[in-house]
T-cell receptor, first 117, second 115 residues
Framework: GAVVSQHPSWVICKSGTSVKIECRSL??????MFWYRQFPKQSLMLMAT?????????EQGVEKDKFLINHASLTLSTLTVTSAHPEDSSFYIC?????????????FGPGTRLTVT | AQKVTQAQTEISVVEKEDVTLDCVYE???????LFWYKQPPSGELVFLIR??????QNEISGRYSWNFQKSTSSFNFTITASQVVDSAVYFC????????????FGQGTRLTINP
């Protein structure tokens, strides 16, 4: 149980274009989803927290107009990197947390490696 | 503010040795969760353990064991009789009990087990 998928697993795009990454919880409903960015040999940095049906909450220093997050359903959240630049090249990881008040751990997707040329 | 420190950036040991990964955390919360995750070369995070702050019992799961010392704000992870498949980056993380329970990760420890 508790599987989270991401699509695509890797993507190469040209500078100035936008790219969308999907995060899906396959066998549970995720009230909350999280988006992380991980640069090579570094830790995971939380970018934003999204709750189904409401606007995402961005961490300090993350440009909300550049990283658009949509959590349209209880099983799908998307991250769109707009006007991508080479410095946006990174490993993007989503996680999903089931609904309710329990101490549910976050289930992580396999990540999406973005390369901007 | 919450903070997690993993002082060991890289550790390299020979197979079958025991190895301990250190984790020190800071929080003003009286209750919180602590986690360990494994990130193999594939990149996908693997959940290893969650520990509630009120439960200071040490835990053992096969070759893995965890030592939670609230007095020193540490949550160390030991692998006994290490194997090559244990090679990965290991992250310690902390979250609040309330709210979204966002994870704050340590810098990670890259563990290499040599045959």
């Amino acid at each position: 149980g508790a599987v989270v998928s991401q699509h695509p697993s890797w993507v190469i795009c040209k500078s100035g274009t936008s790219v969308k990454i999907e995060c899906r919880s396959l066998d549970f409903q995720a009230t909350t989803m999280f988006w992380y960015r991980q640069f090579p040999k570094q830790s995971l940095m939380l970018m934003a927290t999204s709750n189904e049906g409401s606007k995402a909450t961005y961490e300090q220093g993350v440009e909300k107009d550049k990283f658009l997050i949509n959590h349209a359903s209880l099983t799908l959240s998307t991250l769109t990197v707009t006007s991508a630049h080479p410095e946006d090249s990174s490993f993007y990881i989503c996680s999903a947390r089931p609904g309710g008040a329990g101490p549910y751990e976050q289930y992580f997707g396999p990540g999406t490696r973005l390369t901007v040329t | 503010a919450q903070k997690v420190t993993q002082a060991q950036t890289e550790i390299s040991v020979v197979e079958k040795e025991d190895v301990t990964l250190d984790c020190v955390y800071e929080t003003r919360d009286t209750t919180y969760y602590l986690f360990w995750y494994k990130q193999p070369p594939s990149g996908e995070l693997v959940f290893l353990i969650r520990r509630n702050s009120f439960d200071e019992q040490n835990e053992i799961s096969g070759r893995y064991s965890w030592n939670f010392q609230k007095s020193t704000s540490s949550f160390n992870f030991t692998i006994t009789a290490s194997q090559v498949v244990d090679s990965a980056v290991y992250f310690c993380a902390l979250s609040r009990v309330q709210g979204a329970q966002k994870l704050v990760f340590g810098q990670g420890t890259r563990l290499t087990i040599n045959p």
